[in-house]
């Protein structure tokens, strides 16, 4: 499978607890990003990496958010403390760069905070 | 202000028929890209075409063809030929200016298909 990869694909947890996804994109796109999608909503920009510099955060990254791209090549999204506002689908998207016009998602990371 | 207006919470098609799914967007710049993107249930968003504000022609791929009107700023797409398997939330989305990477999403409409 040459898409998008993440995981876990499910996640419940309890309120207060930390939680940590991972989002592996396609080989050899260097622009990463990741978008929060509630029910009944189209997803909404989180925070965007261009190879490992993370050049964009939304307002919505609150400071219990964090990610990372280490490497330049998977990243991971932190949220500590975790709130049952943060219930959502966590999705993960690349592309090739700043010029494509097609960016791939990923199947999503469900999370559920009971 | 709601950058992507999706005014069709759901709708139904025959199998086989043709179905317009709206989508109308506001913005004051110049360079923007217009996306459709297909949510099955699985959850994975799936690219289906892409229209650019300097595309003077509408753009198509396979079934999917979009119908870009930049002065009433709408971008509808076409679905011909309705398939069991086109039944899922649709979403259009835009990119504004080069650079820009804060794409916005509209809050989708979820086609059913009927056999």
């Known amino acids: 499978d040459t898409g998008v990869s993440q995981d876990p694909r499910h996640k419940i947890t309890k309120r207060g607890q930390n939680v940590t996804f991972r989002c592996d994109p396609i080989s050899e796109h260097n622009r990463l990003y990741w978008y929060r999608q509630t029910l009944g909503q189209g997803p909404e920009f989180l925070t965007y990496f261009q190879n490992e510099a993370q050049l964009e955060k939304s307002r919505l990254l609150s400071d219990r958010f964090s990610a990372e791209r280490p490497k330049g090549s998977f990243s991971t999204l932190e949220i500590q403390r975790t709130e049952q506002g943060d219930s959502a689908m966590y999705l993960c998207a690349s592309s090739l760069n700043l010029a494509a016009n097609t960016i791939y998602f990923g199947e999503g990371s469900w999370l559920t905070v009971v | ?115």
């Open chain 2, 1 to 115: 202000a709601q950058k992507i207006t999706q005014t069709q919470p759901g709708m139904f098609v025959q199998e086989k028929e043709a179905v317009t799914l709206d989508c109308t967007y506001d913005t004051s710049d110049q360079s923007y890209g217009l996306f459709w993107y297909k949510q099955p249930s699985s959850g994975e968003m799936i690219f289906l075409i892409y229209q650019g504000s300097y595309d003077e022609q509408n753009a198509t791929e396979g079934r999917y063809s979009l119908n870009f009107q930049k002065a009433r700023k709408s971008a509808n797409l076409v679905i011909s030929a309705s398939q069991l398997g086109d039944s899922a939330m649709y979403f259009c989305a835009m990119r504004e200016g080069l650079g820009n990477n804060d794409m916005r999403f509209g809050a989708g409409t979820r086609l059913t298909v009927k056999p």
